[in-house]
Protein backbone atom coordinates (compact mmCIF):
# COMPACT_ATOMS: atom_id res chain seq x y z
CA UNK A 1 0.00 0.00 0.00
CA UNK A 2 2.89 2.55 0.83
CA UNK A 3 4.67 1.55 -2.59
CA UNK A 4 1.28 2.56 -4.07
CA UNK A 5 0.58 5.30 -2.41
CA UNK A 6 4.38 6.45 -3.47
CA UNK A 7 4.41 5.94 -6.81
CA UNK A 8 0.82 7.62 -7.23
CA UNK A 9 2.23 10.57 -5.49
CA UNK A 10 5.38 10.68 -8.24
CA UNK A 11 2.90 10.73 -11.09
CA UNK A 12 1.00 13.61 -9.46
CA UNK A 13 4.43 15.67 -9.09
CA UNK A 14 5.73 14.29 -13.01
CA UNK A 15 1.64 15.65 -14.36
CA UNK A 16 2.78 18.87 -12.50
CA UNK A 17 5.74 19.88 -13.50
CA UNK A 18 5.82 18.37 -17.09
CA UNK A 19 1.95 18.46 -17.65
CA UNK A 20 0.69 21.19 -16.68
CA UNK A 21 2.16 24.17 -18.98
CA UNK A 22 2.28 27.94 -17.79
CA UNK A 23 0.10 30.11 -19.78
CA UNK A 24 1.62 32.80 -21.85
CA UNK A 25 1.51 36.45 -20.51
CA UNK A 26 -2.12 37.92 -22.33
CA UNK A 27 -1.03 41.11 -24.52
CA UNK A 28 -0.70 44.13 -22.60
CA UNK A 29 -4.10 46.16 -23.00
CA UNK A 30 -3.30 49.51 -24.54
CA UNK A 31 -2.89 52.65 -22.08
CA UNK A 32 -5.17 55.27 -22.44
CA UNK A 33 -3.94 58.78 -24.42
CA UNK A 34 -0.92 57.23 -26.30
CA UNK A 35 0.60 59.81 -28.43
CA UNK A 36 1.54 58.75 -31.31
CA UNK A 37 4.54 59.25 -34.11
CA UNK A 38 4.87 58.31 -37.76
CA UNK A 39 8.31 57.32 -38.43
CA UNK A 40 7.68 58.69 -41.92
CA UNK A 41 7.92 61.94 -40.81
CA UNK A 42 11.67 62.49 -40.08
CA UNK A 43 12.86 58.90 -41.92
CA UNK A 44 14.57 56.07 -41.74
CA UNK A 45 18.12 54.32 -42.09
CA UNK A 46 18.93 51.32 -44.33
CA UNK A 47 16.95 52.20 -47.96
CA UNK A 48 19.52 52.95 -51.00
CA UNK A 49 19.28 56.32 -52.21
CA UNK A 50 16.75 57.94 -49.33
CA UNK A 51 15.76 60.84 -52.00
CA UNK A 52 14.53 58.84 -55.31
CA UNK A 53 11.25 58.17 -55.58
CA UNK A 54 9.35 54.97 -54.10
CA UNK A 55 7.06 52.69 -55.01
CA UNK A 56 6.34 51.91 -51.57
CA UNK A 57 7.76 54.32 -48.74
CA UNK A 58 9.65 51.53 -47.25
CA UNK A 59 10.77 49.58 -50.05
CA UNK A 60 14.58 49.11 -50.04
CA UNK A 61 15.16 50.10 -53.61
CA UNK A 62 13.82 53.22 -55.71
CA UNK A 63 11.20 52.96 -58.79
CA UNK A 64 13.84 53.69 -61.09
CA UNK A 65 14.61 50.01 -60.34
CA UNK A 66 11.92 47.90 -61.16
CA UNK A 67 12.37 47.44 -64.71
CA UNK A 68 16.34 46.96 -64.14
CA UNK A 69 16.57 44.02 -61.92
CA UNK A 70 15.19 40.95 -61.81
CA UNK A 71 11.59 40.32 -61.27
CA UNK A 72 12.56 38.47 -58.00
CA UNK A 73 14.91 40.74 -56.94
CA UNK A 74 12.01 43.77 -57.26
CA UNK A 75 9.89 41.50 -55.05
CA UNK A 76 12.27 41.09 -52.37
CA UNK A 77 13.64 44.58 -51.91
CA UNK A 78 10.04 45.34 -51.20
CA UNK A 79 11.14 43.91 -48.27
CA UNK A 80 12.15 46.07 -45.29
CA UNK A 81 15.62 44.19 -44.04
CA UNK A 82 18.34 46.27 -42.34
CA UNK A 83 16.19 49.50 -42.22
CA UNK A 84 15.62 51.40 -38.66
CA UNK A 85 13.88 54.04 -36.85
CA UNK A 86 16.00 56.07 -34.48
CA UNK A 87 14.56 57.94 -32.00
CA UNK A 88 14.42 59.64 -28.86
CA UNK A 89 12.63 59.74 -25.61
CA UNK A 90 12.29 59.51 -21.79
CA UNK A 91 9.10 57.74 -22.73
CA UNK A 92 8.33 54.94 -19.30
CA UNK A 93 6.44 52.96 -21.66
CA UNK A 94 6.60 52.10 -25.49
CA UNK A 95 3.94 51.44 -28.07
CA UNK A 96 4.37 50.43 -31.66
CA UNK A 97 1.35 50.35 -34.58
CA UNK A 98 2.60 49.30 -38.08
CA UNK A 99 0.36 47.42 -41.34
CA UNK A 100 2.56 44.52 -42.75
CA UNK A 101 2.72 44.50 -46.48
CA UNK A 102 1.80 40.59 -46.50
CA UNK A 103 0.81 38.37 -43.52
CA UNK A 104 3.19 37.32 -40.67
CA UNK A 105 4.89 34.93 -42.49
CA UNK A 106 7.59 32.54 -40.61
CA UNK A 107 9.40 30.81 -43.26
CA UNK A 108 10.82 26.91 -42.50
CA UNK A 109 13.86 28.16 -41.18
CA UNK A 110 13.12 32.15 -39.62
CA UNK A 111 10.84 33.08 -37.05
CA UNK A 112 7.62 35.11 -37.46
CA UNK A 113 9.47 37.63 -34.95
CA UNK A 114 12.77 37.63 -37.21
CA UNK A 115 10.26 37.93 -40.86
CA UNK A 116 7.98 40.07 -39.35
CA UNK A 117 8.45 41.73 -35.98
CA UNK A 118 9.88 44.64 -35.09
CA UNK A 119 12.92 44.90 -32.83
CA UNK A 120 14.19 47.53 -30.37
CA UNK A 121 17.97 48.35 -28.43
CA UNK A 122 18.31 51.54 -26.35
CA UNK A 123 21.90 52.85 -25.69
CA UNK A 124 22.72 52.51 -22.13
CA UNK A 125 24.84 54.97 -20.20
CA UNK A 126 27.94 53.54 -21.10
CA UNK A 127 26.70 54.49 -24.65
CA UNK A 128 26.54 50.62 -25.62
CA UNK A 129 23.21 49.21 -27.65
CA UNK A 130 21.32 46.81 -25.56
CA UNK A 131 18.19 45.08 -26.48
CA UNK A 132 15.34 45.66 -25.23
CA UNK A 133 11.75 44.11 -26.66
CA UNK A 134 10.19 42.77 -30.23
CA UNK A 135 6.96 42.61 -31.22
CA UNK A 136 5.06 38.82 -31.56
CA UNK A 137 3.19 40.02 -35.08
CA UNK A 138 -0.07 37.21 -35.33
CA UNK A 139 -2.17 39.93 -38.01
CA UNK A 140 -0.88 41.95 -40.87
CA UNK A 141 -1.69 44.85 -38.78
CA UNK A 142 0.44 45.16 -35.75
CA UNK A 143 0.08 47.26 -32.49
CA UNK A 144 1.76 46.02 -29.36
CA UNK A 145 3.92 47.49 -26.37
CA UNK A 146 7.50 46.89 -27.06
CA UNK A 147 8.40 47.73 -23.51
CA UNK A 148 7.04 49.20 -20.18
CA UNK A 149 8.16 50.19 -16.71
CA UNK A 150 11.48 51.90 -18.34
CA UNK A 151 14.29 52.91 -16.38
CA UNK A 152 13.43 56.86 -15.70
CA UNK A 153 15.88 59.41 -18.07
CA UNK A 154 15.69 60.05 -21.84
CA UNK A 155 17.68 57.71 -24.53
CA UNK A 156 18.53 57.00 -27.83
CA UNK A 157 16.64 54.31 -29.42
CA UNK A 158 17.05 52.05 -32.85
CA UNK A 159 13.70 49.76 -34.03
CA UNK A 160 15.16 47.64 -36.65
CA UNK A 161 12.21 46.74 -39.34
CA UNK A 162 10.96 43.44 -40.43
CA UNK A 163 13.86 40.60 -42.53
CA UNK A 164 11.14 39.09 -44.62
CA UNK A 165 8.55 40.94 -44.81
CA UNK A 166 7.47 44.91 -46.11
CA UNK A 167 5.87 47.77 -44.19
CA UNK A 168 3.63 49.95 -45.27
CA UNK A 169 3.26 52.24 -42.24
CA UNK A 170 4.02 52.40 -38.84
CA UNK A 171 4.20 55.02 -35.87
CA UNK A 172 5.35 55.31 -32.58
CA UNK A 173 3.29 55.39 -29.22
CA UNK A 174 4.00 56.80 -26.41
CA UNK A 175 2.34 58.69 -23.17
CA UNK A 176 1.07 62.02 -23.49
CA UNK A 177 3.43 63.57 -20.96
CA UNK A 178 6.41 61.73 -22.33
CA UNK A 179 8.98 63.91 -24.45
CA UNK A 180 9.87 62.58 -27.98
CA UNK A 181 12.10 63.20 -30.80
CA UNK A 182 12.23 61.68 -34.07
CA UNK A 183 16.17 61.05 -35.27
CA UNK A 184 16.90 61.58 -38.92
CA UNK A 185 18.81 59.21 -41.00
CA UNK A 186 22.76 60.14 -39.63
CA UNK A 187 24.55 61.47 -42.98
CA UNK A 188 27.62 59.15 -41.92
CA UNK A 189 28.83 57.15 -44.79
CA UNK A 190 26.89 53.55 -44.68
CA UNK A 191 28.30 50.39 -45.50
CA UNK A 192 26.44 48.82 -48.14
CA UNK A 193 25.96 44.75 -48.40
CA UNK A 194 25.13 43.04 -51.57
CA UNK A 195 24.37 39.51 -50.56
CA UNK A 196 22.34 36.51 -50.59
CA UNK A 197 19.58 35.32 -48.04
CA UNK A 198 22.36 35.26 -45.45
CA UNK A 199 22.81 38.74 -45.92
CA UNK A 200 19.05 39.09 -45.93
CA UNK A 201 18.88 37.66 -42.76
CA UNK A 202 17.62 33.97 -42.81
CA UNK A 203 17.95 32.53 -40.13
CA UNK A 204 18.06 35.61 -37.41
CA UNK A 205 15.24 35.27 -34.69
CA UNK A 206 15.27 38.68 -34.87
CA UNK A 207 16.14 41.13 -36.61
CA UNK A 208 18.46 43.09 -35.20
CA UNK A 209 20.45 39.61 -35.17
CA UNK A 210 22.13 39.96 -38.58
CA UNK A 211 25.25 40.03 -38.93
CA UNK A 212 25.23 43.55 -40.85
CA UNK A 213 22.84 44.79 -37.74
CA UNK A 214 25.14 43.83 -35.69
CA UNK A 215 28.29 45.71 -37.41
CA UNK A 216 25.99 48.43 -37.90
CA UNK A 217 25.84 48.66 -33.89
CA UNK A 218 29.33 47.52 -33.48
CA UNK A 219 30.84 50.53 -35.76
CA UNK A 220 27.56 52.97 -35.15
CA UNK A 221 27.46 53.12 -38.26
CA UNK A 222 24.58 53.30 -41.14
CA UNK A 223 24.53 50.22 -43.00
CA UNK A 224 22.41 49.43 -46.41
CA UNK A 225 21.23 45.83 -46.71
CA UNK A 226 21.07 44.96 -50.12
CA UNK A 227 20.53 40.70 -49.58
CA UNK A 228 18.52 39.01 -52.00
CA UNK A 229 17.40 35.44 -51.02
CA UNK A 230 18.39 33.26 -53.71
CA UNK A 231 19.59 36.24 -55.64
CA UNK A 232 22.60 37.01 -54.88
CA UNK A 233 24.28 36.83 -58.28
CA UNK A 234 26.71 40.00 -58.85
CA UNK A 235 24.03 41.31 -61.09
CA UNK A 236 24.81 44.89 -63.07
CA UNK A 237 21.41 46.04 -62.07
CA UNK A 238 21.92 45.55 -58.54
CA UNK A 239 25.61 46.66 -59.10
CA UNK A 240 24.02 50.32 -60.97
CA UNK A 241 22.20 50.93 -57.86
CA UNK A 242 25.18 50.10 -55.51
CA UNK A 243 27.24 52.78 -57.45
CA UNK A 244 24.38 55.65 -56.59
CA UNK A 245 24.76 54.90 -52.82
CA UNK A 246 27.76 57.39 -51.90
CA UNK A 247 28.89 54.55 -49.23
CA UNK A 248 31.89 54.31 -46.69
CA UNK A 249 32.68 50.43 -48.05
CA UNK A 250 30.83 47.50 -50.34
CA UNK A 251 30.85 44.49 -49.44
CA UNK A 252 30.13 41.43 -52.03
CA UNK A 253 29.03 38.68 -50.65
CA UNK A 254 27.25 36.68 -53.10
CA UNK A 255 28.87 33.36 -53.23
CA UNK A 256 26.28 31.25 -51.27
CA UNK A 257 24.49 31.70 -54.93
CA UNK A 258 26.72 31.47 -57.36
CA UNK A 259 29.52 28.67 -58.93
CA UNK A 260 32.49 28.91 -59.89
CA UNK A 261 31.74 29.73 -63.55
CA UNK A 262 29.67 32.18 -62.59
CA UNK A 263 31.75 33.76 -60.14
CA UNK A 264 34.37 33.95 -62.99
CA UNK A 265 31.57 35.81 -65.14
CA UNK A 266 30.39 37.85 -62.96
CA UNK A 267 32.65 39.21 -60.23
CA UNK A 268 35.41 41.38 -61.99
CA UNK A 269 32.85 43.26 -64.32
CA UNK A 270 30.86 43.94 -61.40
CA UNK A 271 34.32 45.19 -59.37
CA UNK A 272 35.14 47.39 -62.55
CA UNK A 273 31.23 48.48 -62.57
CA UNK A 274 32.02 49.89 -58.76
CA UNK A 275 35.14 51.70 -59.19
CA UNK A 276 34.71 53.18 -62.02
CA UNK A 277 31.80 54.96 -60.54
CA UNK A 278 33.23 55.02 -56.96
CA UNK A 279 37.09 55.65 -57.51
CA UNK A 280 37.43 56.03 -54.34
CA UNK A 281 35.27 53.80 -52.55
CA UNK A 282 36.92 49.81 -50.75
CA UNK A 283 35.59 47.01 -52.31
CA UNK A 284 35.56 43.52 -49.92
CA UNK A 285 34.80 40.54 -51.63
CA UNK A 286 33.68 37.86 -49.44
CA UNK A 287 34.68 34.12 -49.77
CA UNK A 288 31.16 31.43 -48.94
CA UNK A 289 30.88 29.99 -45.65
CA UNK A 290 32.26 26.41 -45.46
CA UNK A 291 28.72 24.42 -44.32
CA UNK A 292 29.46 22.96 -41.19
CA UNK A 293 28.52 19.61 -42.45
CA UNK A 294 31.54 18.96 -45.15
CA UNK A 295 33.29 17.05 -42.91
CA UNK A 296 31.37 14.16 -44.06
CA UNK A 297 30.00 15.26 -47.84
CA UNK A 298 33.22 15.68 -49.83
CA UNK A 299 31.88 16.74 -52.75
CA UNK A 300 29.91 19.95 -51.21
CA UNK A 301 33.73 20.56 -49.56
CA UNK A 302 35.12 20.56 -52.79
CA UNK A 303 32.86 22.52 -54.50
CA UNK A 304 32.84 25.36 -51.64
CA UNK A 305 37.29 24.87 -52.03
CA UNK A 306 36.94 25.56 -56.10
CA UNK A 307 33.98 28.47 -55.41
CA UNK A 308 36.84 30.37 -53.35
CA UNK A 309 39.62 29.49 -55.62
CA UNK A 310 37.23 31.29 -58.61
CA UNK A 311 36.61 34.38 -56.34
CA UNK A 312 40.57 34.43 -55.49
CA UNK A 313 41.41 34.36 -58.75
CA UNK A 314 39.33 37.24 -59.94
CA UNK A 315 41.27 39.40 -56.85
CA UNK A 316 44.22 38.49 -58.31
CA UNK A 317 43.16 39.27 -61.97
CA UNK A 318 41.64 42.77 -60.43
CA UNK A 319 44.70 43.62 -58.86
CA UNK A 320 46.58 43.02 -61.40
CA UNK A 321 44.92 45.34 -63.56
CA UNK A 322 45.60 47.91 -60.79
CA UNK A 323 42.24 47.89 -59.26
CA UNK A 324 43.26 49.75 -55.69
CA UNK A 325 41.25 49.67 -52.95
CA UNK A 326 40.17 46.20 -53.16
CA UNK A 327 39.82 43.48 -50.51
CA UNK A 328 39.43 39.94 -49.76
CA UNK A 329 37.58 38.04 -46.63
CA UNK A 330 38.27 34.29 -46.40
CA UNK A 331 34.98 32.18 -45.16
CA UNK A 332 35.93 29.40 -43.28
CA UNK A 333 36.15 30.92 -40.43
CA UNK A 334 32.43 32.60 -40.50
CA UNK A 335 31.12 30.18 -38.71
CA UNK A 336 33.76 28.52 -36.67
CA UNK A 337 34.88 25.16 -36.25
CA UNK A 338 32.43 23.43 -34.44
CA UNK A 339 29.39 23.21 -36.93
CA UNK A 340 26.72 24.43 -34.15
CA UNK A 341 25.95 27.76 -35.60
CA UNK A 342 23.20 27.23 -38.43
CA UNK A 343 19.45 26.55 -38.12
CA UNK A 344 19.81 23.96 -41.35
CA UNK A 345 23.50 23.27 -42.65
CA UNK A 346 23.39 26.95 -44.31
CA UNK A 347 21.44 29.50 -42.89
CA UNK A 348 22.93 31.02 -39.52
CA UNK A 349 21.40 31.00 -36.28
CA UNK A 350 21.93 34.24 -33.74
CA UNK A 351 25.35 32.52 -32.98
CA UNK A 352 26.33 32.24 -36.39
CA UNK A 353 25.71 35.55 -37.46
CA UNK A 354 28.10 37.16 -34.34
CA UNK A 355 30.66 35.00 -35.04
CA UNK A 356 30.30 36.16 -39.01
CA UNK A 357 30.14 39.94 -37.95
CA UNK A 358 33.29 38.25 -35.25
CA UNK A 359 35.09 37.84 -38.77
CA UNK A 360 34.20 40.55 -40.80
CA UNK A 361 34.75 43.77 -37.69
CA UNK A 362 38.67 43.89 -37.99
CA UNK A 363 38.50 44.16 -41.55
CA UNK A 364 36.37 46.66 -42.22
CA UNK A 365 37.61 48.82 -39.37
CA UNK A 366 41.20 48.64 -40.64
CA UNK A 367 39.41 50.04 -43.81
CA UNK A 368 37.77 52.44 -42.25
CA UNK A 369 40.62 53.68 -39.72
CA UNK A 370 40.14 56.26 -36.75
Known sequence: MKNRFRLLSFLAVAVLRCGAEVPESSPAAEPPGLVWHRAADWGVEGRALPEAKRLRWFDRLPATAQNRVTAKVWTLSRDSAGMLVRFRTDASTLWVDYTLLRGPNAGANQTAIGASGVDLYARDGAGRWRWVGVTRPTSPHVRQELASGLAPGARDYALYLPLRNGVEELTIGVPADAKFEGLPPRATKPIAFYGTSITHGASASRPGMTHVAILGRRLDRPVVNLGFSGNGHMDAAVGEVLTQIDAAIYVIDCLPNMNPASVREKCPPLVRQLRAARPGTPIVLVEDRRKPNVWVLPARDRFH??????????????????????????????????????????????????????????????????
Open 305 to 370: SENHAALRECFEKLQREGVTGLYYLPGDALLGDDAEATTDGSHPSDLGFVRQADVFEPLLRQILGP
